[in-house]
């Protein structure tokens, strides 16, 4: 059974760092495509950042310079480092999961396995 949790949002004011960690199990970790998504109220739900297998990471215009992903193939867990935090960054920051393949480069499915998600609100 998948399992995502996620961990280490809180309150900040602007200008604040924050870390979240994801704890991974239930699946063949280094096999999956993962990434962080947030959602703001009233508003979609957002890819802020990925990591692939190999590495690869992509960065949503919004955060990049500020956020950064990693992953730790061996503890299988995915951290999210955000930095310079604005008001704006305020949402439920969820942990995602997507099944990959490789035709000569990696590529992910859908993301399909999803944490409980974890407020992190930036005050101005």
């Known amino acids: 059974q998948v399992h995502l949790v996620e961990s280490g949002g809180g309150a900040v004011q602007s200008g604040g760092s924050l870390r979240l960690s994801c704890a991974a199990s239930?699946?063949?970790?280094?096999?999956?495509?993962m990434a962080w998504f947030r959602q703001a109220p009233g508003k979609e739900r957002e890819a802020v950042a990925r990591i692939n297998a190999d590495a690869t990471t992509t960065y949503a215009d919004s955060v990049k310079g500020r956020f950064t992903i990693s992953q730790d193939n061996a503890e299988n867990t995915l951290d999210l480092q955000m930095n310079s935090l604005k008001p704006e960054d305020t949402a439920i920051y969820y942990c995602?999961?997507?099944?990959?393949?490789?035709?000569?480069?990696?590529?992910?499915?859908?993301?399909?396995?999803w944490g409980q998600g974890t407020q992190v609100t930036v005050s101005s």
């Open positions: 995602a999961a997507a099944p990959q393949y490789y035709d000569g480069s990696y590529h992910c499915y859908d993301y399909s396995f």
């Open positions: 239930g699946f063949p970790y280094s096999s999956f495509c």
